[in-house]
């Protein structure tokens, strides 16, 4: 198990990871998209926060949000991009907001977020929850956003130069689990060797050493799907090869909700697990992997 024993500031919720100038930024649910640096992915600080306070329309469009839900972090252009969730927890009227940047370092005369407003929003009746964004660039060099939890499973559209929306985009839905209710969410996809690869998080978040999240994997040739795992069952019909689960460890219960972090040719999967050694608190992951018969593999 490559496991790398992080410390400091670990606590964590639905990490993203991404490196500039050689020093590594932790995106993560958190009060006012609290961020944290490392220069080793071993050590972690806090670093600041995206707002101040949350914008506006979040509280005008979700009643009562507090925290900002599961970010994504990428570079595109001259801007470092920032997705959010704005939500109540179990509920589907939700959205997802887009926070933009020069620069991550903070001490830069450039540094500042300027909120874009909302990306997409969802209530009762409209088929998906507008939570848990992430974004992938196709064979085009198009950005697709992802997106989804329970409500409908997960979704996907391509989006513009600018990251917002397309008019009238096609949407596509990539990955369900066929119940009631449908405990899927976190989805992200990363392309290697040919594939996308669609990692998602199935069952249940947010209950400590009870949670029974964990991470499942299925592959397509095409950015939409179908997505299918290793016994070729769709995503969309409840499929997806266990990546990691909680059987798997004596210590860490629920892991879920990752991401992928690349760079010297090694590839990580990030996501939190609750520790049964301290009660069950949510802890930040990182875990090499290689691939084996085109397949990630721990």
Not at 41 to 65: H, I, M, Q, Y
Not at 189 to 211: K, P, Q
């Amino acid at each position: 198990m490559n496991l790398i024993p992080v410390t400091g500031d670990i606590r964590a919720h639905d990490p993203v990871i991404v490196k500039d100038h050689g020093i590594y930024f932790r995106f993560q649910t958190s009060d006012l998209l609290t961020f944290f640096t490392s220069d080793d992915l071993v050590s972690w600080r806090k670093a600041g926060s995206v707002f101040r306070e949350n914008p506006a329309w979040c509280d005008k469009t979700v009643p009562n949000c507090s925290n900002l839900w599961a970010p994504e972090i990428i570079r595109r252009g001259d801007e470092w991009r920032v997705y959010y969730s704005v939500s109540t927890f179990g509920s589907c009227r939700s959205a997802i907001g887009l926070a933009v940047s020069k620069t991550l370092d903070t001490d830069s005369g450039d540094y500042g977020w300027t909120d874009r407003g909302p990306v997409l929003l969802s209530e009762e009746g409209s088929g998906f929850n507008a939570i848990d964004p992430a974004v992938i660039a196709d064979g085009n060099g198009d950005d697709w956003l992802l997106w989804g939890s329970f409500w409908g499973g997960l979704k996907m559209q391509r989006i513009g130069r600018d990251g917002m929306p397309i008019e009238n985009a096609e949407r596509y839905s990539v990955a369900s689990r066929c119940t009631d209710p449908n405990p899927i969410e976190g989805g992200y996809i990363f392309f290697h060797e040919g594939w996308y690869y669609l990692f998602a998080s199935h069952d249940f978040c947010c209950r400590g050493s009870a949670s029974t999240y964990h991470i499942v994997v299925g592959r397509s040739r095409s950015v939409t799907g179908p997505y299918l795992d290793m016994d070729d069952v769709d995503m969309m019909q409840s499929g997806g090869t266990t990546l990691r689960d909680g059987f798997s460890f004596d210590r860490w219960a629920g892991p879920g909700h990752n991401s992928l972090f690349a760079e010297d040719g090694k590839q990580y999967l990030v996501y939190h697990a609750y520790d049964r050694l301290h009660n069950g608190a949510p802890s930040l992951m990182i875990e090499q992997f290689v691939w084996k018969d085109g397949w990630p593999s721990l």
